[in-house]
């Protein structure tokens, strides 16, 4: 079935720093979506792509969608320690199509 | 985008019990879904919640196990029947919403399940 990747699948960094993630999948996806979720609360959506080598910024965080559209990866620019938290990327192959999530990574921001 | 309410919001459940989950969202939306999320995992998909018919199930979940309602465009309900430990997990409600012109989920906050 359709599974998706997440790198690293946790990372701890010092506040300030820069944070990249990436996605893949063995499928091709027309949607990819980054959640994040707090301890104790639903995944809430941070960037939505919709078109192959899109670059999207929401604030310090930039998406791309890959070329091959089987990939994206999600940066975190300038951490803070409020960005702790697991990031979920998610494809959809059509707009009726389910939403598949990846396993997850776990960011630990250092003050 | 659409706000998404679940309750209860955690429980305790016994061994063979069934508990049921409400989720209300505050407008009408097309669609909406029930994800189980096992501790230190990711979202995995029960079913699609449909209004005025029987769910639609993914693969590995059943609906005698996990039997849905949806009366409404703004109301569904998962049952988790006859619970064992295997059970303890967050469910979150989601619905599509649509945000910057296309779709995407929206979900409440779940309801973290611990069977004993």
């Known amino acids: 079935g359709q599974q998706l990747n997440q790198s690293p699948q946790s990372m701890f960094i010092q506040e300030g720093e820069d944070v990249s993630m990436n996605c893949t999948s063995s499928s091709i996806f027309n949607t990819w979506l980054w959640y994040k979720q707090d301890p104790g609360e639903g995944p809430v959506l941070l960037i939505a792509?919709?078109?192959?080598?899109e670059l999207t910024s929401n604030g310090r965080l930039t998406a791309q969608f890959g070329i091959t559209r089987k990939d994206s990866f999600l940066n975190i620019s300038a951490s803070i320690p409020s960005d702790v938290g697991i990031y979920f990327c998610a494809g959809q192959k059509t707009s009726y199509d389910k939403v598949i999530f990846g396993p997850g990574t776990s960011l630990s921001v250092i003050p | 985008s659409a706000v998404i309410s679940q309750k209860p919001s955690r429980d305790i459940c016994q061994r063979g019990t069934s508990l049921t989950i409400q989720c209300q969202v505050d407008s009408q939306v097309t669609m909406m879904f029930w994800y189980r999320q096992q501790p230190g995992q990711s979202l995995t998909l029960i079913a699609t919640a449909n209004q005025g018919s029987e769910a639609t199930y993914e693969s590995g979940f059943v609906i005698d196990k996990f039997p849905i309602s949806r009366p409404n465009l703004t109301f569904s309900t998962l049952t988790v029947s006859n619970m064992s430990p295997e059970d303890s997990s967050i469910y979150l409600c989601?619905?599509?919403?649509?945000?910057?012109?296309?779709?995407?989920?929206?979900f409440g906050a779940g309801s973290r399940l611990t069977v004993l």
């Open positions: 792509l919709y078109k192959a080598g």
């Open positions: 989601s619905a599509r919403d649509r945000g910057s012109g296309a779709n995407v989920l929206t």
